[in-house]
């Protein structure tokens, strides 16, 4: 079965600021971590059929990751880039568990509304290994994230 799980946000920032902090990979380091994680960007071509492959590493050592110890990595294939507008990402965990097994994918759309740019991410096809609760705050500490980078 396929889950969907979106988190909208308003940042008082332009969507030419937060566009660019979407193809940037020293920014996408520091903003897309949620909370209790840091990032590091493996390979960034953020052009259409362009890829990323990021670690994001828990704070706490005792946290077990999707990708062993206490680490995520995923790799995704950027689909359509258009500026100031959206990004869309075809995404995949490295990970031997099957409940996070599939291609989810990321559309991060900007439209400019009262008091900044509405920001909002949906992820498609949510592998079932990860809690809706838990992916809905990760995504909206995300975007307070990239928040506070972009004002």
């Not at 062993?68 to 995704?76: A, H, K, P």
Request: aromatic fraction near 6%.
């Amino acid at each position: 079965m396929s889950r969907t799980d979106s988190v909208t946000y308003t940042i008082e920032a332009t969507p030419e600021t937060i566009y660019a902090a979407l193809v940037d990979p020293d920014a996408m380091a520091i903003w897309r971590p949620p909370a209790g994680m840091t990032g590091k960007v493996l390979d960034f071509d953020p052009t259409p059929g362009g890829r990323l492959r990021m670690a994001l590493d828990y704070d706490d050592p005792a946290q077990h990751g999707k990708s062993g110890d206490n680490r995520d990595i995923f790799e995704s294939r950027f689909v359509k880039l258009i500026p100031n507008e959206s990004v869309v990402e075809e995404v995949a965990f490295d990970s031997r568990n099957p409940a996070f097994a599939g291609i989810m994918t990321v559309t991060t759309s900007l439209s400019l509304g009262t008091g900044g740019t509405e920001v909002t991410i949906a992820c498609t096809n949510v592998p079932s290994g990860i809690g809706e609760a838990d992916h809905l705050a990760g995504l909206a500490s995300t975007l307070e994230n990239l928040a506070r980078y972009c004002t």
